[in-house]
């Protein structure tokens, strides 16, 4: 592989970034030899006019101004375009470590010619990378939002509600599910609003606005830490705007009062 690309290379979950490149490009160019001809190449798409390929490797190459960054830095460093390809080729990269075996006979797989999917030479099964669909949905009560915080987030940040989908349910049916099993109320009115390919590791986000139905905030004590209502002109600290989840917030904050009262109750206790 002697033509010129971009390259993502990762070692120990970090991307060999470049500070201070002069076309603006975050990640090295050069030909395969240059950095030591990596294996298992994944051609993921373009970035600044070059074709851009990803590999993992046992040691980042020593280049001039290169540093491991992780892959959330992206966003802030290069845009949400470049942490969109940066983020492919993770997933990709994932896929292709953890599909190495057939999982039906266990024999060594091998690259399918012509399309994304690892083959097995024995028994022919396919294996595609994984998308995982998961709901967000931000419930709207007049001017006030339902925000819940996870353990797992930085002190004090709120969010949307979320989950995974289950087999055999539909995106309508999640969004009720997991409202219900994680803060006891019901939603009615559901609106689609945008989805975000989420690479930690391998979601696909699909994000609603919702409107509040009825029933007491009840947090599930295994999914939940806190969870209320918070005006709109008093939210409390949110996600970073690289989620899907800060953008759903902030489209219903400078909304602000467009549509509040749809369905208004007096009293909301919250457990």
Known sequence: MSETACWILRCEHRLLTIAGNASGAIFPSGSAADFGNPEN???IGELAGLPCYAADVEQLPEIPSAEPTPLRAIFQLAGPETFALAGRATQ???W?????????????????AGEL???CPSCGLLAYPRISPAVMVLVRDGDQLLLA????????????????????????????REVREEVGIEIANLRYFHSQPWPFPNS??????????GGTITPDPNEIEAADWFALDALPLLPEPI??????IDAARHEGGEGAGRISHQTRECK
């Open 41 to 43: 190449v994944l051609r």
């Open 92 to 94: 990709l990269l994932d």
């Open 96 to 112: 292709q470590k953890h599909h190495r075996f057939c999982g039906q006979c266990g024999t060594p797989t091998t690259m399918k």
């Open 117 to 119: 999917a690892m083959q």
């Open 149 to 176: 915080r996870s353990p797992h987030f930085k002190p004090g940040v709120f969010s949307a509600l979320a989950g995974f989908v289950e087999p055999g349910e539909t995106l309508e049916e999640c969004a009720a």
């Open 204 to 213: 696909l986000m699909v994000a609603f606005f919702a409107d509040y139905a």
């Open 243 to 248: 989620s899907i989840s800060r953008r759903l």
